[in-house]
């Protein structure tokens, strides 16, 4: 199935300035039954948007009128805990595009660049400049540059580099899924297996 096409992103954040949040904050266990992406997002967070009655809880950032974008700056190491791909289609699904953290669990990490959704680690002392930026001005726009591997503050200019795997950028840029990276290499494959016989 392949991804959207990852274009450069300008947009607001929702700051989420908590470390350590793992797989099972990001979606709980009990809505795991699912086998498809869709519908994920309504439960990100769950227990922390939602009281046990199902309320809203007005002080979560996700249950605020303040803060809106389709970038989610949290804290340090995010994605922690069990390797659920779940956390990362719940994630996309509410409509984020992009997640910045000054650490990410591996298995998170790459769950996330398989369902199109971008993991942008920064430095701590970056991280901290983001959050405060937001925390000064809930408008305050953020680009993300996935061709340049940049990230910036448009109002101050303050940016970082990001790294990311060529292969796993690539696919991002053309929306491609593994299988759609193979049909587009078809031609060097057949190439190779000849050249072999």
């Known amino acids: 199935m392949p991804t959207d096409i990852f274009n450069t992103i300008e947009s607001p954040a929702v700051p989420l300035p908590i470390e350590n949040v793992d797989t099972d904050q990001i979606i709980p266990a009990r809505f795991l039954k699912a086998t498809t992406r869709e519908g994920f997002g309504e439960n990100l967070f769950r227990d922390w948007r939602y009281t046990k009655l199902g309320e809203p809880k007005a002080d979560f950032v996700l249950n605020s009128d303040t803060y809106s974008g389709t970038i989610l700056v949290a804290g340090k190491n995010f994605g922690s805990g069990s390797s659920r791909e779940h956390a990362a289609w719940a994630i996309h699904d509410y409509g984020f595009k992009v997640v910045v953290s000054s650490f990410f669990a591996?298995?998170?990490?790459n769950n996330a660049l398989n369902n199109g959704l971008l993991p942008v680690q920064v430095s701590e002392s970056f991280l901290s400049t983001l959050l405060e930026a937001i925390e000064k001005d809930a408008s305050t726009i953020i680009k993300v540059d996935l061709e340049k591997q940049e990230i910036s503050l448009k109002?101050?200019?303050a940016s970082e580099n990001f790294e990311i795997n060529?292969?796993?950028?690539?696919?991002l840029l053309k929306g491609y899924d593994d299988i759609d990276y193979l049909l587009s290499i078809k031609e060097k494959i057949e190439q190779f297996e000849l050249s072999r016989s």
């Open 106 to 109: 591996d298995i998170f990490k």
């Open 166 to 171: 060529p292969y796993k950028k690539e696919c």
């Open 155 to 157: 109002a101050s200019g």
